[in-house]
Nanobody, 127 residues
Framework: QVQLVESGGGLVQPGGSLRLSCAAS????????IGWFRQAPGKEREVVSC????????YYADSVKGRFTVSRDNAKNTVYLQMNSLEPEDTADYYC????????????????????WGKGTLVTVFS
């Protein structure tokens, strides 16, 4: 069964850090780029970061650039999102999603093109 499972969310104060993990089962991530998305209450789901299959190319939304770092360990079939200097505006459900290499080269981590989605993990930044 193909599955993506996020973990690592929680409550944190402004300025704090969290590391999210996205673990894949039922398929190998070697042939997939991974996107991290988030959805705050009342807002659309937006892409936060994206990493290609080898980890050699990354993308960050302007709102998180310099604070978030995406990485992957294909041997562990897992992708990570290190989030530092968290702000209340980062509060959201965070999702990881996988897209095939072929599609990635055309549309990168466009939300509409992702092939598999996790169920999300909640990040709450409170003051």
């Amino acid at each position: 069964q193909v599955q993506l499972v996020e973990s690592g969310g929680g409550l944190v104060q402004p300025g704090g850090s969290l590391r999210l993990s996205c673990a894949a089962s039922g398929f190998t991530l070697d042939y997939y780029a991974i996107g991290w998305f988030r959805q705050a209450p009342g807002k659309e789901r937006e892409v936060v970061s994206c990493i290609n299959s080898s980890g050699g190319s990354t993308y960050y939304a302007d709102s998180v650039k310099g604070r978030f770092t995406v990485s992957r360990d294909n041997a562990k079939n897992t992708v990570y999102l290190q989030m530092n200097s968290l702000e209340p505006e980062d509060t959201a459900d965070y999702y990881c999603a996988a897209i095939t290499v072929k599609k990635y080269y055309s549309i990168r981590c466009a939300r509409r093109g992702m092939d598999y989605w996790g169920k999300g993990t909640l990040v709450t930044v409170f003051s």
